[in-house]
């Protein structure tokens, strides 16, 4: 891993920080994670493999950020604060999931590059997966991961009874 993988490492842990304190949902609230996934997709998302089994790996990856970033939304508590504002605060389930996404990333990506390379590889050669299907299925896991959460709680929002023009900084 380089010193950017471990700063951008450190940013979405900051955000699972800052989650569970709690804020209002606007603005970069909802932005700063998907800011965060979008950087790092356009750092290590170049193409989609799509050779041997590739796909079924990459699928896996944004299905399970599909999953864990459902399940966070939900375990979010969303509610209006005293103006009638949304407002969102993690949950002790939602920064574990959150963190079981960033956390199986990155102690993934240690154990190839310490030790769990020869093994990784030989399962790649063993299930036709390229090192390009492994890239892509994490870095899709996260992209899908934050903008599940996101879309869950800004539906959960507007569901909200608040008052006129209250979820309109949700836009």
């Known amino acids: 891993m380089t010193i950017y993988d471990y700063l951008l490492t450190a940013a979405l842990l900051l955000v699972v920080v800052r989650q569970i304190r709690g804020r209002r949902l606007s603005g970069a609230a909802l932005y700063v994670p998907i800011a965060v996934t979008a950087y790092a997709a356009l750092e290590y998302l170049h193409t989609i493999p799509t050779s041997g089994n590739d ?31 949304p407002y969102a605060r993690a949950t002790g389930a939602a920064a574990a999931l959150w963190i079981v996404g960033i956390g199986s990333r990155l102690v993934f990506s240690l154990w190839a590059q310490h030790g769990g390379g020869p093994a990784l590889a030989h399962f790649s050669v063993a299930h036709s997966l390229t090192p390009a299907a492994w890239v892509t299925g994490f870095v899709l896991m996260a992209i899908v991961e934050a903008a599940t959460r996101t879309a869950v709680l800004v539906v959960r929002a507007r569901r909200l009874d608040t008052p006129r023009g209250a979820i309109m900084q949700l836009s």
Do not use: K, N, Q, S
């Open 55 to 85: 796909l079924v790996l990459v699928a896996a990856g944004a299905g399970t950020g599909l999953l864990l970033g459902t399940l966070c939304g939900l375990f979010t508590l969303v509610y209006p604060d005293r103006d009638g504002v």
